[in-house]
């Protein structure tokens, strides 16, 4: 993971059929208007599917398709939503999977940029 300047920032992994995700989109997209991240949609489809969806969703987060899975596993995910907090030294601080509040998720934001 480089190196982020600006603090903590999200990592988060999701999938277009996931009907969780599909509850934290709105948390997801205040969010990524606050603090840097990536998202990776996890067995979503082709490219031009994926992107079909988020302008469907008008989704304008900055995305890497993982279509295989092999990003995930390389994290560890076994299921989506999960989001990692990484804090300015590149370094993942906390992780959670399953829903998460956006006020849990900016709790969490907080907690690493102290550390």
């Keep these: 993971m480089p190196r982020i300047s600006k603090g903590?920032?999200?990592?988060?992994?999701?999938?277009?059929?996931c009907g969780i995700c599909r509850s934290?989109?709105?948390?997801?997209?205040?969010?990524?208007?606050?603090y840097p991240g990536l998202t990776v949609a996890v067995r979503s489809g082709d490219d031009g599917t994926l992107q079909n969806y988020l302008?469907?969703?008008?989704?304008?987060?900055p995305v890497v398709n993982d279509n295989s899975g092999?990003?995930?596993q390389r994290y560890g995910i076994r299921?989506?939503?999960a989001v990692f907090f990484i804090n300015g030294a590149g370094e993942i601080v906390?992780?959670?999977v399953g829903y998460t509040s956006e006020w849990g998720m900016r709790f969490r934001l907080?907690?690493?940029g102290l550390s």
């Design 70 to 72: 092999n990003i995930g």
């Design 8 to 17: 903590p920032a999200v990592l988060y992994f999701w999938a277009e059929w």
């Design 79 to 81: 299921g989506v939503p």
């Design 24 to 34: 934290m989109q709105s948390s997801i997209s205040n969010i990524m208007r606050d």
């Design 110 to 112: 907080w907690l690493t």
């Design 94 to 96: 906390f992780t959670t």
């Design 55 to 61: 302008n469907e969703k008008q989704l304008n987060w």
